[in-house]
């Protein structure tokens, strides 16, 4: 799969039709440059566990060293390809792979020279 395949489908939230993912609008990370967000769905929508975004890292940028306070985060990686750190691990992030970062744990991810796609799960919520 691919960002164009992935924007040419829609969400749907207890099986209720709520938006196409392409009318959803990117935003520009709060702290990194180069890294783009587009929130499927936050945690009002979800009786307050979970949250999900997908994340845009354009070539040879980084979502720096961070760290989610009691929040677990799973990324699935879309397209793409870089490098993602957990902790003291390094794991290599292309198509297909997916990685948990526990709750209160460090983590950063850098994207190759073709940028990186992911989708980002949070619980409880990110937002």
Do not use: C, Q
């Amino acid at each position: 799969m691919n960002l164009t395949d992935l924007e040419n489908n829609t969400i749907f939230i207890n099986g209720e039709k709520v938006d196409e993912i392409s009318n959803i609008k990117w935003n520009n990370h709060p702290k990194f440059s180069g890294v783009f967000t587009k929130t499927l769905f936050t945690g009002k929508d979800s009786s307050n566990n979970l949250s999900a975004m997908i994340i845009k890292i354009e070539p040879n940028h980084e979502i720096g060293d961070h760290i989610h306070k009691g929040k677990y985060e799973l990324h699935e990686i879309i397209s793409g390809y870089g490098i993602g750190i957990v902790g003291d691990k390094k794991i290599e992030y292309k198509a297909g792979v997916v990685s948990l970062i526990p709750n209160d744990i460090r983590h950063s991810v850098k994207a190759g020279d073709n940028g990186i796609i992911l989708l980002a799960k949070f619980t409880p919520p990110l937002n």
